[in-house]
């Protein structure tokens, strides 16, 4: 039976959220790393740039258990 949002699987949506926002963190934390012990000083684009990444893993994992391990399926 179809749920008010369609047949969505709540917890397959968090998982793929919370992966897709870990590996956001571990791309901008390698690729900085990387990028440091390869070119030595980066520029300041490119710094923010990884930096970016990094915070906004974090915040894609938490909005994806917020969104659909919380609110949706208390909407329900």
Request: hydrophobic letters at 50%.
């Given at each position: 039976m179809a749920g008010r949002y369609g047949d969505l699987d709540y917890?397959?949506?968090v998982k793929?959220?919370?992966a897709i926002g870990g590996l956001l963190v571990v791309a901008g934390f390698l690729g900085e790393e990387a990028s440091h012990l390869l070119y030595g000083d980066l520029t300041g684009a490119l710094n923010t740039l990884f930096t970016s990444m990094e915070f906004g893993g974090i915040i894609v994992g938490m909005i994806?258990?917020?969104v659909?391990?919380?609110a949706l399926p208390l909407t329900e």
């Amino acid at each position: 039976m179809a749920g008010r949002y369609g047949d969505l699987d709540y917890s397959r949506a968090v998982k793929s959220g919370v992966a897709i926002g870990g590996l956001l963190v571990v791309a901008g934390f390698l690729g900085e790393e990387a990028s440091h012990l390869l070119y030595g000083d980066l520029t300041g684009a490119l710094n923010t740039l990884f930096t970016s990444m990094e915070f906004g893993g974090i915040i894609v994992g938490m909005i994806a258990v917020f969104v659909f391990g919380i609110a949706l399926p208390l909407t329900e």
